[in-house]
């Protein structure tokens, strides 16, 4: 019985995972996507454990309907941002007090006058079992060094349950399982028979590491993979009791197998849908946690924008964003020796876009025949995973890519540059000082980690820019190893400065808001077009102007008139249009369009135009990072996304222009912003 059932629920997940990837826009709930209508006015009452509940929307399923009355129902496989999903765990079953049965609360429409139970002996029996042959059906006697340690789903429902190593609770009744049994029992016997190959147990990048054995074959990370990111590298492969989650291309274009020759960018959104270890960003914490606990070198962190707008979700204080200054005495008291405001090195990211922006206007406004070096639109050059895929499916637009390093590799060179960060060189550099700490980045994506590796990101003289990446995840675990609590209570410290001047509560260097924007959707283009009309008209936008950057949207236009006599002396269009992009299955339609509308421009100039191309491969940008903290909660991205507007709209400096300590850093790099220093310091090449 136990295997037919486990099989069956692997059937189940195969399922779930076709649909999922057929299915609804990417922040649609699971069930509007299967019965009723998004927009349907109708309301419902049904009864849930003996109480009434009146005024439940029309097309919702059980699931939803019970949680929206303040009803818990466990699951494992349903997720609110995970169109399609659901039915896989068996988890959620809930009785139904009109037949009797128990049915899986996740895939049943609530029905009006539809009566359920969500806590009968019957009902607690079978959840127990279902976790029991979940548990069961992988490795899950390694916890403590799983890198889901303390954020399992898994776990905390066999703690829930009391579900331990000898399962417990009795089997799960036939009923649960009986529509799926006997096609599943034959194709289990066909996979025993070698007619089908089994997945492979482990998969790894740069980015992310894939360990089957502690899969519960949920479909998440098909369905994130698919319907969320359009990216499809992943599905459910191999049958009966050998399936589950693997690559679906089989060979890439190189030759090669695997993930990266399947098309896999490193966005990690299948690591944070899953709900246990089996998918997770490759782990860099434990070699940082050794060099911290050896003291042995000074080891310093940077912190991106999206992590501050995320790190309270792993360091107890919720949705509500921890103050950065607690974050920093955090991270002090983890060991850290300094630590560093990524946003920084995003006012100059935002300064030289600006200024590439510029120059490839203007000579298109000249009349050129638009060179390669100057081809347009300019794309963005701030995602690693969009440039991958850039580089990948579309080499034609290679040019178009903007030269600007990353925030956090444009500050790692800043940092390990003694002329720009303001201090002796050590021995290595020709001096006698000491050497500049190990390098650590705290971000919000996957993708930085092979970004972080790139031959072609080296510094002068061969060092890296980053000597490790951690996600937001990885630094919540290994702050809390480190032994720091309650970080919200800890007084405020604040961040260093990269250029060796006084802090930023002295006064020193901090960021502009247009640096803290980065985080979400739209920021980049928000931050670039607002120096861009400064330079062109002499003052800022007017209110409101920009507006259109942001949102949740995965497609947003924007377009930003220029005063038309200035626009003219300075021989740029009197009216800029850029397209805003997340979600690499976004990201993938729009290289489409830009790869025909190229092929047939001449010089590579695409028109019509438009001039900015900002893409975001994770939905609503950073903030939505494969390495941010798992949530279930369909507002998360909203809730972070409202944090990081307000953090930028309440700086002290708005514009990256503008940033006092941007403009001490041009003195110390030369020949002004888009100069040769600047192209020295902050740009970078790609391979043809």
Not at 564 to 571: D, E
């Amino acid at each position: 019985m136990r295997r037919r059932a486990t099989a069956a629920a692997l059937a189940w997940a195969k399922a779930a995972g076709r649909r999922g990837g057929q299915q609804g826009a990417p922040f649609s709930s699971p069930g509007r996507t299967q019965a009723g209508s998004a927009t349907d006015p109708a309301l419902i009452s049904l009864t849930i454990n003996g109480r009434p509940v009146a005024g439940t929307p029309a097309g919702l399923t059980l699931l939803e309907a019970a949680r929206s009355a303040g009803v818990a129902i466990p699951t494992l496989c349903a997720h609110p941002r995970l169109p399609g999903i659901g039915g896989a765990c068996r988890v959620c079953l809930v009785e139904d007090e009109q037949t009797g049965r128990l049915v899986p609360a996740c895939r049943t429409p609530a029905a009006p006058g539809a009566s359920i139970v969500t806590d009968t002996p019957a009902v607690r029996a079978a959840v127990r079992s279902a976790l029991a042959l979940l548990r069961a059906s992988g490795d899950h006697t390694s916890c403590p060094t799983c890198e889901a340690a303390g954020h399992c789903e898994l776990a905390d429902l066999l703690a829930r349950y009391n579900v331990g190593p000898d399962g417990g609770g009795g089997l799960l009744p036939k009923s649960a399982f009986h529509e799926w049994e006997e096609a599943s029992e034959g194709e289990e016997e066909e996979v025993e028979a070698g007619k089908h190959a089994a997945a492979p147990r482990h998969l790894a990048s740069g980015a992310i590491t894939i360990d089957l054995d502690r899969c519960v074959h949920c479909g998440r990370c098909v369905v994130a993979c698919g319907a969320l990111t359009g990216a499809a590298v992943l599905g459910m492969v191999g049958r009966g009791g050998r399936s589950g989650p693997g690559v679906v291309v089989g060979v890439g274009a190189e030759g090669g197998s695997g993930l990266a020759a399947a098309g896999c960018v490193g966005c990690g959104q299948c690591a944070a849908a899953c709900p246990t270890g089996a998918i997770e960003a490759t782990p860099a914490w434990r070699g940082v946690a050794d060099l911290l606990d050896s003291g042995r070198v000074p080891v310093a962190i940077q912190v991106a924008p999206a992590v501050l707008a995320a790190m309270g979700e792993e360091l107890g204080s919720g949705t509500t964003p921890l103050p950065p200054g607690q974050l920093v005495a955090a991270l002090r008291a983890a060991g850290f020796a300094a630590v560093y405001d990524t946003s920084l090195a995003a006012d100059v990211v935002a300064v030289e876009e600006a200024a590439e922006l510029m120059r490839r206007l203007e000579v298109a406004g000249r009349g050129g025949d638009g060179p390669a070096a100057h081809a347009l639109p300019l794309l963005s050059s701030c995602c690693p995973a969009w440039v991958a895929l850039v580089e990948r499916a579309a080499p034609a637009l290679v040019p178009n890519l903007s030269t600007t390093r990353s925030p956090h590799i444009a500050l790692g060179g800043i940092l390990k540059t003694p002329r720009l960060a303001g201090r002796a060189p050590s021995e290595e550099e020709g001096g006698g000082a000491p050497p500049p700490p190990f390098l650590v980045s705290a971000m919000p994506c996957t993708a930085k980690k092979i970004e972080a590796g790139d031959d072609r990101l080296v510094l002068e003289g061969g060092a890296r820019a980053v000597d490790a990446v951690l996600t937001t995840r990885e630094l919540g675990r290994l702050v809390r190893a480190r032994g720091v609590e309650a970080a919200a209570s800890l007084a405020p410290t604040p961040f260093d400065s990269p250029l060796g001047q006084a802090s930023a509560s002295a006064g020193g260097d901090e960021a502009s808001g247009a640096g803290a924007l980065f985080a979400a959707s739209g920021g980049v283009t928000e931050a670039v077009l607002q120096s861009v009309y400064a330079w062109v008209a002499g003052a800022p936008p007017p209110p409101g102007a920009l507006t259109a950057t942001r949102g949740l949207a995965g497609v947003k236009e924007v377009s930003l008139a220029l005063p038309p006599a200035a626009a003219a002396a300075a021989g740029v269009p009197p009216l800029l249009r850029a397209v805003i992009v997340s979600g690499v299955g976004h990201a993938r339609e729009l290289l489409e369009k830009l790869t025909a509308a190229a092929a047939a421009a001449p010089g590579g100039n695409i028109d019509p135009p438009f001039h900015l191309v900002e893409v975001m491969a994770c939905p609503g940008g950073c903030v939505g990072g494969g390495g941010q903290p798992r949530s279930a909660d369909p507002a998360i991205l909203l809730k972070r996304t409202v944090a990081t507007h307000a953090t930028g709209d309440g700086a002290a400096v708005q514009a990256a222009h503008d940033n006092p300590a941007v403009q001490t850093l041009y003195g110390r790099v030369g020949g002004g912003v888009g100069g040769a220093g600047a192209e020295a310091a902050f740009h970078r090449t790609y391979s043809y």
